[in-house]
């Protein structure tokens, strides 16, 4: 299953927007609705006093000349010339008995509402009004507007709110999006800054894109850091520190014993003084394993730049060929050109002095130890010896993980190796016997994203 | 040979002269970087020695520095950092070979001939001279086909001629060779081994360039 990380902006952005968003559709539906209201509630007042209006002169009239008279369906043409025709009001003044004793000419085939009850009511897209007269035996105005004005009105003010309001919803996303992104930016910029730091690189973190919020964080980061800095280098310093105050002492050891077997003639003394040597030489190879042990264990493995190995491995070979000159015992084929890894030289170093030192102590028949670094990012060393069972060879891998002792051992060494190879990248392969081969033993070290350069 | 060793630690620094000097050279010996540079500035050497963790500065600093002032003198760092990159970084500066603590004293022995023999453009141990057999590593000499025997002053001046085979030396520079600093040089010593080499190992074998010093003929 994908464990999908959520984004920092597109949740800010989500949680910001959504509700914004939200808050603006209701609130248009709120204006809205407030809006219908009071401009019904106005019309109809308008309406109504028109109706009051209507009702009064054709009472007058009818107290005046004793009937309503003709002139009463006349009593809105002034609208004809204010209004369009659908959008003119209907008059009726019916009877106390519900007969229409006068209408105005816009009321053409329109049919009074039935029943016809006092008050406002909607009918057929008109607004009608019933408003009967407060005299005893008078009959009552009907008075009816179409509703097309107002229905216009409201859809003009639906459309302004609605359009003012995605404006501002747009404005406010913008907004929105650019505050959003420039926050996460600058978070995203210190992320980078933290991600960037390693075992090189633990400098404090760069304070110019952090929030006053996370500053404490960052007081304690650094101050982690900070430790973690000095412990590293406190562990270096002693690696090298040590690799001078043991290996002096011990060289002033061995040079006086070997001196002073060259100047003694007497068996007896010379053999006790080859057995100091013998001794010396153990505890040598003993503090070069520790140091390298040390090494290994303060996270020697990748460098922050990339570097040349070539070299390296180049300077372990000649050295080895010091070390067995006989050309009929050791066959090396020297790298070419550049090889430019992350790995760090050092570790390289020790790997490969681990497995030379073990091809030549454990070779023994009549073939070659080859070491072969001609193919680029690769060192292949093999050695005759007899074949290893298939008990044995596990056994040796099983020895990779470091016993409780130390020892001049096998296992110390290729578990040096095998740490070393982890934290730098680099595949570790072993092979028993050979391939291709009834007898001997194979290691591989397979450098990890090199980049080549032919010579 | 002449052989300047630049080492703090005066107990390894003993049995080191001891048996390079058993091995017919002279080595001078300092513990800090100020009196080697007096002396490199003074006296030509084969070959230096050089610690780099010393009580007045890094070795190799020192040797970068002597190197860009063009000296060629071959150098072999003698040290306990034993890592690789420490390795490349004092071969990068200049030094010709890099021994790393504890050593056995014949192995730097003979790194010191290799070195030496590697800076005189000499691959092999063994020179051929005319009717000479010379033999670099064991000092020995056959002169057609017989054993030739040479005292250790003799053979320090026949080894500094050979080394720059070709090439007139002057007469300070091979006292240098076989002479200690600050030890008595007698009149004439020179030329009384001059005489005793051209006996042994042929009349014109060695020619005088008079007020300029001496050379093997071509």
Partial sequence: MINRRKSLFQSLLGSLLLPGLIVMVVSVFIVLHVFMDEYDELLDASLTGKAHLLRDIIETSQRT???IGTGAGNLLDYESDLRKPNERALLWYVGVNGEVMARSMTVGTFALPVPLLPGLSTTRGHRVIVLPSDQPGMGSVVV?????????????????????????????????????????AMIAELSRNIAEKN???????????????????????DGLMSRLDRALHAERAFATNAAHELRTPVAICLAQAQRLRAKINDP??????????????RLERLIERLLQLSRAQSGLGLNASVTDLNPVITILMNELRNQCPDTDKLVLKFPTGRCLSRVDPDALGIILTNIFDNALKHACGTAPTIVDASRPGDVLVSNDCA?????????????????????????LGLSIVQDLCNQSGCQFEIYGPRPDNPRGFAAVVRLPKVEIIKA | MRI???????????????????????????????????????????????????????????????????????????????????????????????????????????????????????????VQLRDLVINLSDHSVIRAGQPVRLTAKEWGVFETLLRRKSQIVPKESLEASIYAYGEEIESNALEAHISRLRTKLGKDLIVTHRGMGYALTK
């Avoid at chain 2, 056995?104 to 005189?120: G, I, N, Q």
């Fill in chain 1, 65 to 67: 000349t004793g009937s």
């Fill in chain 1, 199 to 221: 075992e090189h690189n633990l400098s404090p973190i760069d304070r110019d894109n952090t929030f006053a919020e996370i500053t404490p964080a960052i007081d304690t980061l």
């Fill in chain 1, 268 to 281: 007896v003394q010379t053999g006790n003084l080859v057995e100091i040597e013998t001794g010396l030489k």
């Fill in chain 2, 4 to 126: 300047l060793l630049i080492e703090d630690e005066a107990a390894l620094a003993r049995p080191l002269i001891e048996h390079l000097e058993a091995d017919q050279n002279i080595v001078e010996w300092f513990d800090t970087l100020d009196e080697a540079d007096a002396a490199l500035r003074t006296l030509d050497y084969d070959v230096v020695l050089l610690d780099l963790k010393l009580p007045d500065g890094d070795g190799l600093i020192f040797l970068s520095s002597l190197r860009s002032r063009m000296l060629r003198t071959p150098i072999i760092i003698l040290t306990a950092r034993d890592k690789v990159s420490d390795r490349i970084d004092g071969l990068n500066r200049g030094a010709d070979d890099y021994v790393i603590k504890p050593f056995d004293l014949d192995e730097v022995k003979a790194r010191v001939h290799t070195v030496c023999r590697r800076s005189a453009n000499q691959i092999a141990q063994t």
């Fill in chain 1, 387 to 411: 074949p290893l069972s298939t008990t044995d060879f596990e056994a040796m891998k099983q020895r990779f993980i470091r016993r409780d002792t130390v020892s001049d051992g096998y296992g």
């Fill in chain 1, 144 to 184: 009816a507007e179409p509703m097309i004005e107002r229905s216009e009105a409201i859809t003009d003010v639906i459309i302004g709110v609605v359009v003012g309001l995605a404006l501002l919803g747009l404005l406010f996303a913008l907004a929105s999006f650019w505050a959003v992104r420039r926050s996460v």
